[in-house]
Structure formats: structure tokens, C-alpha cells
């Protein structure tokens, strides 16, 4: 049985080593566990659906050209893939995100499904409402989505901060520009 080609030779999956063999097995197991994605679009209006399935970006072929087109001060949000939160509840499998997450919540709470995304993922934006029926995010949400590998954020919504974390909210914004790359909009 063949296992892959490279050039002119059959690889054979049985004439691997033993260890080697193991690991490829153990991965594949693993990625059955959830689903991997570059750049993800999640949203829970219908309406906001269609524009962003349209919208996607196959494809970014150099990193180098998405940094000028961003800018020095915002960056161009692109993503390859977009879901439903109701297709996420549906299906109850991890997202695993690695470069850029967007979330346009207009009904639902994050908190719904805030343990099915993770990743090392550098950009995130968050979309909501300035409507009082929108989703509106919490510090403690925004807190939670921002891990240690994000480095560009927009926020195009209102975040409810109580007054306790009034200190908290300035001191990540003074150390957030700890590089040139990072951006907070």
C-alpha cells in the first residue's frame, strides 16, 4: 500500500520506523479531535452570513504584503473560513485557530461557547452592537480571548467594564504596545 509520493519513489507507510509510525498515528488521532483553521469568521446573525461567506479570502500569499496594507496603526482583517454559532453548538468540536479570529456576535453570549476556541492565534477582532440588544463584550471575556500571542486587536463594539477593573483595563492598554507589530484599535 502506498502511503505518499515524493518525486519518483513510494513512500510505504509499513516500512516507516517504528517510532515514526506511532507519531503519524497519534497526530492523525489527534486531529480528528478538532478542527484547525488559519482565519476564522464566527457569527451568530443570519444576516451577516451571506456578506461574510462572500467576502472570504482564499488565500494570503505573502505576509510581508498584508503588513503594508494594514498599516501602521490598523490592520485588514481577512479570513478563510466563516461559521455559525449554531453549526459550533451543533457540532460541540474545539476550534483550533492559528492567525486571525473575528467575532461578530449580535444575540448570543460568548460564554456559550467560549470553551470550543483556542488557539495561537495574533489577530483578533471583535464585532458586536452598539445597540443595548447586541452582544456586548465583558473585560473578563475580552481578557480571555486575549492570551499571550495576540498582538493586534480591533474592538468595533462596547465593552462593560466595572468599575473595580477600571485600573486593569489601563494597565494592558500601557502594556500592550510592547511592539512595533502590536496594534490596539
Known amino acids: 500500500m502506498s502511503f505518499f509520493k515524493y518525486g519518483n519513489e513510494d513512500f510505504v507507510f509499513s516500512k516507516l520506523p ?13 486531529q480528528e479531535k478538532f478542527d484547525c483553521y488559519s482565519s476564522l469568521f464566527i457569527t451568530d446573525n443570519y444576516g451577516a452570513y451571506p456578506p461574510a461567506s462572500r467576502a472570504v479570502c482564499k488565500e ?29 453548538l451543533d457540532k460541540r468540536k474545539p476550534l483550533f485557530i492559528n492567525d486571525t479570529l473575528i467575532l461578530h456576535l449580535k444575540y448570543t453570549r460568548y460564554s456559550q461557547f467560549k470553551s ?5 492565534y495574533s489577530r483578533l477582532v471583535l464585532y458586536g452592537g452598539l445597540i443595548r440588544s447586541y452582544h ?4 473578563d471575556e475580552v ?30 492598554v500601557l502594556r500592550f504596545g510592547r511592539d512595533v507589530d502590536c496594534k490596539l484599535v
Open 136 to 139: 456586548r463584550w465583558t473585560w
Open 18 to 30: 517504528y517510532t515514526f509510525q506511532r507519531r503519524l498515528i497519534h497526530l492523525a488521532s489527534e
Open 143 to 172: 481578557k480571555i480571548l486575549m492570551h499571550d500571542k495576540v498582538k493586534q486587536v480591533r474592538i468595533m463594539n462596547v465593552i462593560e467594564v466595572n468599575p473595580k477593573d477600571y485600573d486593569d483595563v489601563v494597565n494592558f
Open 116 to 120: 470550543l476556541i483556542f488557539g495561537s
Open 60 to 88: 494570503r500569499e505573502y505576509d510581508c504584503i498584508q503588513y503594508f496594507e494594514d498599516g501602521p496603526l490598523t490592520f485588514s482583517p481577512t479570513w478563510q473560513s466563516v461559521l455559525l454559532v449554531d453549526d459550533i
